[in-house]
DNA sequence: CCCTGATTCGC
DNA sequence: GCGAATCAGG
């Protein structure tokens, strides 16, 4: 495949977006994370600040590990123009995180909106007809969840949320999850059930 | 081991 | 220009 206009424009989006190399290749498809990395230097494009989070990045001086021929050129010192706020107001009644219903695939939907108060909640289709040894096993394993933030998050990893997303009690599960699957084990035992499992709802 | 971006260099 | 291989790191 070869870099059309629509490709780098895709590169470029999700580039400014934070998003990984890999993340980036996964999407476009027909090109590995050396390609986008390869295109984004091309590209001119390696400073990745602004709209995205800074990730572990350090700025050395681009050590160079070996006699380089070639001279530092522009020592130019930027100001790095951090901007991070969290407004978060707190609802009374949060809902409680539930996914359980997982649709879709394509991309994560782990931003629900905050349901800000009332008393109807949605009905939440979850722990409710779960096997009480799944639910059982559920526990037991977050306790050793891995306690992950958002970023954190990779293909392999559980997502399966823990805690009131409403405050600082909450991370995501994190232990490997199941080959193609969101969720490790647990969670996948209560995510997807069978609906022959649920046969209730006599009202 | 999983992952990240950076760099080099033959094509 | 392209990207695999490699490097350097978390």
């Known amino acids: 495949m070869s870099w059309t206009d629509e490709r780098v424009e895709t590169l470029k989006k999700m580039w400014a977006e934070g998003q990984s190399a890999s993340q980036i290749a996964k999407e476009l ?32 001086p ?3 590990a070996k006699a380089e021929p070639a001279a530092r050129p522009a020592p ?52 409710n007809e779960i096997s009480p040894e799944a639910l059982a096993s559920v526990r037991e394993v977050e306790k050793h969840a891995k306690r992950l933030t958002l970023m954190e998050l990779t293909e392999r990893t559980c997502k399966w949320p823990i805690g009131d997303p409403a405050t600082d009690d909450f991370w995501f599960c994190g232990l490997p999850s199941l080959p193609g699957k969101p969720y490790c084990e647990a969670h996948v035992g209560v995510a997807f059930q069978p609906m022959s499992a649920r046969r209730d709802r006599r009202r």
Do not use: Y
């Open 29 to 60: 498809g027909g090109v590995t994370r050396n390609a986008v990395i390869g295109k984004v230097h091309r590209l001119g494009l390696s400073n990745r600040v602004g709209g995205g989070k800074d990730e572990g990045e350090d700025e050395a």
């Open 62 to 64: 681009a050590v160079a």
């Open 76 to 127: 130019e010192p930027r100001p790095e123009p951090m901007a991070a706020a969290a407004p978060r107001p707190a609802p009374e009644r949060p809902a409680a995180a539930a996914p359980a219903a997982p649709s879709n695939v394509t991309p994560l939907p782990i931003r629900k909106a905050i349901i800000p108060a009332g008393q109807p909640l949605p009905p939440q289709p979850s722990a």
